[in-house]
């Protein structure tokens, strides 16, 4: 991921604290982070630091990306 893919105001990744495994997991967002200007770090804000569970960090598509990208449909 560049930056110039990237809004300088949206995060590059949300946070997320899994707890369990396949289906029965539970995902909870806990922060974000946003990707330093030279691409080489990140600057993460967060709400919560898990004790358990695990920390994930999935790329953030802005929801109206996410709607054209199904075609409009929610």
Request: aromatic letters at 8%; a positive charge.
């Amino acid at each position: 991921m560049t930056m110039a893919n990237v809004d300088q105001n949206s995060p590059a990744f949300m946070l997320w604290c899994v707890e369990g495994d396949g289906k029965d997991a539970r995902w909870t967002r806990i922060g974000a982070a946003w990707l330093h200007q030279d691409g080489k770090g990140f600057n993460m804000r967060c709400n919560a630091i898990p004790l358990q569970g695990r920390l994930v960090a999935r790329a953030f598509t802005p929801k109206a990306d996410r709607d054209a990208a199904q075609g409009g449909l929610i």
